[in-house]
């Protein structure tokens, strides 16, 4: 089978190390013509080193990279994509203040004849590459920053494909993708033209839709190359991981207390981008929210802590009715939101991980207005075994650390505040196996503790293994709610594209 | 959809120079209620005089702000390209070479200042204000107290009329092209996307070294361009007579709307903010409020100028927002 299809890419024992860090060790695997190959592993694999090295972003210790038989030395990025291999990154790599179309050309847009560039001529050119790929709902006119996070990644897919690559790497990315059908026909379609695709994805069921073949590394080594067929989602799981993961998908009993008043009401609220939504949250309840992108669930989270004003309806806390104008004040009826974008909106950088972590209570361990690192050490600890932070990673710079482990730093500056009730707004974006059952962990025990948990994911199954309730939302309105007996990922995907019935498989347009 | 686009361009692009520019106009009318003569061809060009050096000098700035850096060596430039001129326009290399000297040291500390931040990463605060103090050190070696002279070419030249057209409108309207078609070309494109993410521009494949150098050498050249029409229009050297010039550069910039974060704003804006600031000097002359009163105003004026743009943005961002 292998034999019959040309090699296009032929890595050959690369390394790469960060000082003491080795991102990667000695990792071999070709790439033919026309296959998808699945890339594993968990955050901090080395996969985004790898990723790097084929881009031409990052430059190999040692080992060579053949790219159609030719030896493949990019000096940046640009170099790396006129010689054929073009990607699509995890964290975006667009220009929020330039449209579509200027995004998609750079860096050389075309010029007309004054040598200018004419904004309405690469908008036609890019209106005409758009609507070839398929993807109709993105004027090319509209900054990318007025696009919701799934239209940004449609973007930078789109600008990675269009350069016809005869490897085309998408990293991660579906990750805030709600329209996964519209990748998967590309995927195809491209492969039949003869363009090998490396496909880096935590999600399993992508890569047993698309992959032949899979390889996985671990702590910077390949650990396995396999045909997909023949692997177990467990065997799987457990190279990337070391160990298995059966036992996190065990559903648990409800800690949901009942006969107590609710931790959360919310009557009838309206406001930017949320229509008419009530719902209650009790103590001990994970109560989940579910919504295609851009149907107002971010909106939603943004409008319980105060970030966007609320036109109508009330909310209480703990049975009083309450105005939350900030977060802040949010805070103090211990409501804490863990934020979307957690490279932007969730981490501090060039802080230290405890420095990230105890934040919220910086008080505590400060005498005279001074800091006492010692103590704020000793307050941090009290968190970071719930989300299994590694005490080692406490004094290292947070943009050290793998997305996993940020991940689960975020998350403990919330338990930091002794919150009651956390948002969590898809917690395990980007974030590895190993870490997300560390979430997981993390979620129930929180719950068995009495407190409460509104959680949006953009991942089903975690939505139907989770929740106690789900609520989904539609057009900014709740289109429905699950109890736990219910939950599946059919229904939640039939109320979320409109259908009131769950019959249908969802075709969806909307965005 | 394309009612769309240039609605959203607007809004990219305009929001502070249009909210600038409307509080130019106010002040204008003010002014030119208080001042009758205001409004005459005289008037107008007296205007313009006052405000093209900062204007100029503020555009420089403008550039480095844009792709998100700082730039203080302005004032220092200027400093140079005056004394410069003052030494020399009147000798030995006359008014054409005195320009071109002048062209050629603002290229060089944009240059440098460009190398030492794009090439090796020193922060540009740090780089520029030791520029600015170097520059203003080679200004005073070069005429140790104010003196010298500027070829009457050069005075009367930048400050008169070609075709009855004062110059000064002339510098205004070629500074106001350049930016349009910069900001249509592929550098105004880079500028704006390295001022607004550094590392997305460069996994876009923009080349962020050669933009930033490009931006301080701009800068440089307009400083020099700035110094050398104020040369003009001060008739000789005085090398500490910049030195003030500095925060009313910012002050420009920030008042015309342009994001001191960088990658927002634009040069529009800037002049309209260089006009406000100038307008107000004369209005406070005009209305007989004492002159150590205007730096209060000018303050004022600053902060309320950004307060109308940002509440501009709001409201042009709002129905959109209920919208969706």
Redesign the interface.
Known sequence: MEGETPKVLDFRSVSKRYGVTIALHDVSFELHAGEVCGLLGENGAGKSTLVKILSGVVVPDSGSIELRGAPFKPQGIVDARAAGIATAFQELSLIPTLSVAANLFLPRPALNRFGLVSASGIEREAAAILESYGVTDIAPGRLIEELPLGLRQKVEIVRALWHSPSVLVLDEATAALSDREWLFGLADAVRRDGTSVLYISHKLDEIRRLCQRCVILRNGRKVLESDVASMSDEAIFSSMAGRSPAEASKKRPSAVRQRTEPVLQVAGISGPGVDHVSFSLAAGEILGVAGLEGHGQSSLFKALVGLSILTEGTVSAGGKTVSVRSPRIARSLGMVLVPEERKSEGLFHDLTTQANISLPVINRASRFNLVNRSSERRLVEKVTPAVNLPERFLPLNIDALSGGNQQKAVLARALMTGAKCLLLFDPTRGVDVGAKRNIYEMMRSFVGDGGSILFYSTELDELVQLCDRCLVLYRNSIAGELDRDQLSQDRILSLASGYRNGAHQAAVEEA | ??G???R??RK?LGNGAVAAAGLLIVMFAVYASHQPTALTLFGVGNLLNNTIVLALAATGLTFAILCGEFDLSGPGVIAIANVVVATTSAGSLGAAGSFGLVLLIGLVVGGLNGILVAYLGLQSLAVTLGSLIACQGVALLILPAPGGQVVDSIAYGITGNIMSVPVPALLLALTIVFWL?LR???M???I??VG??Q?????????IRTTKLFAFVLAGLFYAIAGFVFSAEIGSGDPRISDSFLLFMFAAVAIGGTSLFG??GGVLGTLAGAGILTVLQKMLFALGVADFYTNIFNGIIMILAILFGQASAYLARRPE??G?
């Open positions: 959809m394309a769309d686009t240039v959203n361009r990219a078609l249509q070309s592929r105004g494109l880079a704006y996307a607004t993410d590392a997305a521009a460069g996994l876009s494949g923009l080349n990658g927002r927002r209920r969706t």
